[in-house]
């Protein structure tokens, strides 16, 4: 939202500062100012993509002058080198069997990386990729579940799913399975996202909090007041 910017306007900051402190000055902040008096929404985009790209390149020299890399960097770097045949080759020879977990916190990038060293189906080469795209939840780090859904798509690709849980109580898969498995077919989860019910390995063994037996394992709290809910409440 262009009201953020309104947070970092010099008239902003001069009331947020306690008594007998010094309010911070900085180019950006009066850039904020002539961007809050923008009137029409077309110029402020275009002020924003202007200062988004210069301060990719002031944050990039920056970078180069502390010689430090964020992890992006990293990713960009080894995407940008595997258009070499020699390095991806070297790649090939050095991992030829990768394992990856947790992959439905991956993102396009680094799904291209995989796909540039794994995906020409060789014989001698294997990618085995872990995920359960019902628990992508890290959108905000830069996870895609879209990633995810295009490998689990592609042509040659042999899905193996794990239909049985051997970590919760019979009560509480039980419990899931109801509550997702009342979804209508024709209802269109985020990303095309599939719920399929599992089996649960273990016994009815109940389910216990401090020792005290529960004979509803999966439980909601509903919150009557208007006060948000912390850790304390």
Known sequence: SFDFFEK?????LAS???????TPHHPFFEACDRFASFEHLEIAEVWCIEMANLFRK??????????????????ESMQQSLTSPEMLEKVR???PVALVDEFQDTDPIQLDVFK????????????????????????????????????????????L???KNYRSSLGMVEAVNRLFGHVPENEV????????PAESHRGNDGFSIDGDEHPQPLQFLINASPDPVNKDT
């Open 8 to 12: 970092f306007t010099t008239a902003t």
């Open 16 to 22: 947020a500062t306690n008594k007998n402190q010094t």
């Open 58 to 75: 002031e944050f990039a020299d920056l970078k180069e002058a502390a010689n430090i890399r964020s992890f992006d960097d990293i990713l």
């Open 93 to 95: 020879q050095a991992w």
């Open 116 to 159: 540039r060293i794994y995906m020409d189906w060789q014989a001698d080469k294997c990618l085995y990729l872990i995920g359960d795209p019902k628990q992508s939840i890290y959108r905000f780090r830069g996870a895609d579940i879209n990633s995810y859904m295009e490998a689990a798509n592609m042509r040659g690709v042999n899905k």
């Open 161 to 163: 799913g794990l239909g």
């Open 189 to 196: 989860w985020p990303g095309g996202v599939k719920f399929d």
